[in-house]
């Protein structure tokens, strides 16, 4: 086929709470907005907290555990892996402690003090579940799942699957700033994607920080800022130390992830906000496979950047 | 003048508090707390002390006043048990010494008598919007309040309290929505505005708001507000005010609008009109308040706002193919953005916490009785163009406000 017989298809919606955007280029309108609803639909009906009647919802509130769909089992077997990759950084049992801190479906007033930290760390670890067949296993009736961190960057993999499974070769697919990429433009130009930059306050449009073009890959950033409750005049991070069991204290600001599917990209990326900034670039040199950016703050309170040597070499100058 | 001008996050503050030692309350009480006397006990009066209720460790409700005792008996029935001193007149209110600062939620034409009462009575007052019925009422209440500066003064304009408010006028002095030309507020109904009248002779008592001798209508009763925010986000006045509107749906008797539209002519650091507007035949707006600028545009209700970047700025993200960010914006369906997060209280929440603040730390209060003037004189002057068909301009002598 000629190139100029690509045309350009967009698909907008609204989707987990945010929004989702599709582009793809192909000879006619292969996926239709009907398709990517209904995908997205069921995602939700699976790992949605805020979904009443989601199979998420039914395993927190269960004693033993339940039998989960496919792409909740996917998730909790990447979820654990990834558990046990970062030493426990990286946690979905997370989840009573995030509640605690009222970064979940239900607002607190009050912080919790360091008895009640503790009592909740009982209920947290990777140990505390376990995937048999299709049966989701607890330790005990308090541990509670949550899939937030990880679940939007499958969402990405899951509309490139559609695209893919409808023969289209060239697309970004996007939800929630989430990104999954193949191919290029009918010119033959790379894809470009562009990191939102940092500003002191969160909602100023303002110019993008950088811009990269990382091929047949999958692009997610975490953020230490945009969800945040004030205490005491203080800051906290939503998101939450599983091992301590207190929001993360780190000098990251945000890390975006480069890697070849959403899940592992978006596993990762809240995980690399805990880890902090030196601890990450020494992980992924160690572990390859992955590509980071990271916007962090320096001990004199000034803002800084640093990628590793891969990611420096997809930024578009 | 503004004594702050940054957000604070009201939603986690700590209850503690120190008391003044320099004794603004001589006598022995609970510590810390603040007895209230409320004068007028309308359906204001009575929401005023529902959130004061929700307030146990800063206010406490001692005396109730009112001229009709039938709100005395619902205000009684609404809050059995509490203990009220009750009164009929608001002079025998006064003289209770166990009353540290006064509500006044009374029609807007006694809302100067009874003020420079509870300031003589060396009270201190919280005086509902708008705060005088003309302008010379206006200009007397700021001689009066300066030479008594021990007594803080809070007028009622409570929505710019909420931390929304806070952050808009933040955002406006930071430049994000660039220069600002255009606001738009709006606040409609489709309703006669009236409040059932047990017996007829009550009518003017009750449906106060529709009398000229009592009340400055729709402009006084709900575009006051958001004159006021501008007043106070832009740390301005208008220079020139034009009016228009009738008695176009409801004739029944009423003599205030029931359909108005106000134009105000500001200039300074950003040159504006502001166009404000309220009917009583078409509720689809609603509350409406929209601020325009070359960058962009906010998009107010009472409890959450949106901010929508005009859309050239977001051209330089639409030369790539998508945008991965920490900030995560979520962009609505219209291309907005949330403010705050979440929706914020009832602005009169916010504000009897900052009425707490500024009476035991003896601080002014950000919607005190000079920004209070400033909007009751553009109230005014805006009905005076309504109601006798002319431009009215800005005066040297409101200067003082």
């Avoid at chain 1, 979820?79 to 801190?101: C, S, Y």
């Avoid at chain 1, 009982?122 to 005990?140: A, C, M, P, Q, T």
């Avoid at chain 2, 008592?205 to 006084?220: P, V």
């Avoid at chain 2, 979440?342 to 920004?371: I, R």
Wanted: with cysteine; charged share 20%.
């Amino acid at each position: 086929m000629h190139p100029g017989d690509l045309k350009r298809f967009e698909i907008n919606g609204y989707a987990q709470g945010t929004t989702y955007k599709v582009t793809y280029y192909a000879a006619d309108s292969l996926v239709t907005q009907s398709q990517t609803d209904s995908l997205l639909a069921a995602i939700d009906s699976s790992v949605s907290l805020y979904r009443p009647a989601s199979l998420i919802l039914k395993f927190n509130h269960s004693e033993k555990g339940i039998s989960v769909d496919h792409h909740f089992a996917v998730l909790v077997k990447k979820a654990l892996e990834i558990n046990r990759e970062t030493g426990g950084l990286v946690d979905i049992t997370v989840k009573p402690l995030v509640d605690a801190w009222g970064f979940g479906a239900n607002k607190t007033t009050a912080f919790p003090d360091s008895a009640k930290v503790k009592a909740i760390l009982k209920h947290v670890g990777g140990n505390k579940i376990r995937l048999k067949g299709e049966f989701l296993y607890k330790s005990d009736p308090q541990v509670q799942i949550d899939l937030n961190g990880i679940a939007q960057g499958y969402t990405a993999d899951l509309l490139a699957g559609l695209l893919d499974k409808n023969g289209i070769q060239n697309y970004v697919a996007e939800i929630g700033g989430e990104l999954r990429i193949k191919g290029h433009k009918p010119d033959g130009e790379p894809f470009r994607i562009g990191i939102e930059a940092i500003d002191d306050n969160d909602i100023h449009p303002s110019p993008l920080q950088m811009v990269i073009a990382p091929g047949n890959a999958a692009v997610t950033t975490s953020g230490n800022y945009r969800k945040h409750l004030q205490a005491n005049g203080r800051q906290i991070s939503h998101i939450i130390d599983p091992k301590t069991g207190y929001p993360s204290q780190t000098d990251v600001i945000s890390v975006t992830v480069v890697a070849k599917d959403g899940i592992t990209a978006d596993g990762f990326d809240n995980g690399f906000v805990t880890m902090g900034m030196r601890q990450t670039l020494d992980f992924i040199a160690k572990r390859g496979n992955l590509a980071a950016y990271i916007i962090y703050k320096k001990p004199n309170g000034s803002i800084a950047d640093t990628a590793t040597s891969n990611f420096k070499a997809i930024e578009v100058k | 003048m503004e004594r702050r001008t940054f957000v604070k996050s009201a939603g986690l503050l700590a209850g503690a508090s120190v008391l003044n030692p320099s004794g603004i309350f001589a006598e022995a009480k609970p510590a810390g707390i603040v007895r209230i006397g409320v004068i007028g006990c309308g359906d204001r009066g009575k929401g005023i002390i529902q959130v004061l209720n929700q307030l146990p460790d800063k206010f406490k409700v001692v005396a109730i006043c009112d001229v009709l005792e039938f709100r005395i008996t619902e205000t009684r029935q609404q809050n059995k048990d509490a203990k009220f001193a009750v009164y009929a007149d608001h002079r025998g209110l006064l003289d209770n010494k166990d009353v540290d600062a006064v509500v006044i939620s009374v029609p807007l034409n006694m809302h100067y008598t009874i003020a420079v009462d509870v300031l003589n009575a060396g009270k201190h007052l919280y005086l509902e919007k708008t705060m005088t019925y003309n302008i010379p009422q206006a200009l007397q209440l700021v001689k009066l309040v300066k030479s008594k500066p021990k007594q803080v003064v809070q007028v009622g304009h409570q929505y710019r309290y909420s931390p929304l408010y806070y952050r808009v006028k933040e955002m406006i002095n930071k430049g994000y929505l660039g220069d600002i030309t255009q606001i738009d507020c709006r606040w409609d109904r489709n309703g006669n505005w009236r409040r059932p009248v047990p017996s007829p002779e009550l009518e003017r008592q009750i449906n106060w708001r529709m009398y000229k001798q009592y009340s400055g209508g729709l402009m006084a009763e709900l575009l006051s507000h958001q004159v006021d925010f501008i007043n106070w986000a832009f740390e301005t006045h208008p220079q020139q005010m034009f009016a228009t509107g009738g008695i176009d749906t409801y004739k029944d008797g009423r003599e205030t609008y029931d359909n108005v539209q106000v134009m105000f002519r500001y200039e300074g650091l950003h040159s504006m009109v502001g166009n404000f507007g309220a009917t009583c035949a078409n509720a689809h707006d609603g509350y409406l308040f929209k601020i325009k600028g070359t960058l962009g545009t906010i998009s107010l209700l009472t409890d959450e706002g949106k901010f929508y970047p005009e859309k050239r700025l977001l051209a330089d993200k639409g030369l790539v193919d998508g945008v991965t960010g920490a900030t995560r914006i979520v962009w609505n369906k219209e291309g907005g953005s949330p403010i705050l997060p979440e929706k914020t209280k009832d602005g009169t929440w916010y504000a009897f916490n900052e009425f707490y603040k500024s009476v035991v730390n003896g601080t002014l209060p950000d919607s005190n009785v000079f920004t209070g003037a400033r909007t009751a004189i553009c109230v005014h002057s805006a009905n005076a163009a309504l109601y006798g068909k002319m431009p009215m301009a800005w005066k040297p002598e409101y200067n003082v406000v």
